[in-house]
């Protein structure tokens, strides 16, 4: 394996896959202490370009944020699209989906990945950025969650 | 739901189960271009106290631990004694088993989570602090390591 494939170690978000993001939401609010952040849904496929093994998706998905120290913990619940969410929530339950790194050059950093037996698994964009789910359970026993937001 | 339960929302760790630590270790090392730490084990039953679903347990675990920006990645290889660690591991595969937060006041933290159907899963002892894994999986998806270290 190539060394120091994504220039950072910095865990910036784990994500979290879950069946009813109101009510899992509401368990984390009251369990922490704090408000209960709204969900918002990814964008529709023509605007996100969300691409699930290769082809184009519309698959999308119910999201909520929660600041737990210096990282992000993200609830996640897909809809019945296919999309890495929905197959492994189906897969596995619900439960611990991914961890996220913010990186510069996503092209470079997928290419270097998939050079490395790390394929890409799905990518969309989002208001300000772009997201790349990577196939590292080989190695990592995660799934890798590539963040690159605009300047 | 009783609200704030723990008293912090910082997340100081993500254990991840594996099956053979030394290979998953050079992954991570190699990876995220850093040093392949050596594992330790934990303590035997004597020393650890270790108490699975309230009976002690002489489990065992391989683990190492990665600095990841402001929080741990602990990779466990856990032996064949009884553990949430070779539950969670023959039920789910590899992947992440839990999130950690450090706390004050181990006892009344766990009296206070099972009064809200949190129960204890398992604790032990290891040099200069305890731990308690508790049943979250209901409520927030993910079990919950309590970390309290002396002063």
Redesign the interface.
Known sequence: ??????GT????Q?G???NDIEK?SQ??A?????ECPKWSLTDTVDVAKTEYRGQPSEARAKLAF??????Q?ELIEPDHHPSTWREYLDE?G???HH?AFVIDGMQEKIMRMERNQMPLVQKGEYTGGRYAYMD??Q????ILELLENDK
């Open positions: 394996m190539d060394k120091n494939i994504i170690k910095v865990i910036a784990i979290i896959l879950v899992t368990a984390y009251d369990f922490f202490g704090v929660f600041h737990m120290g210096s990282l913990l596995h619900e439960g611990p961890i590292t359970l190695d990592l026993k995660v």
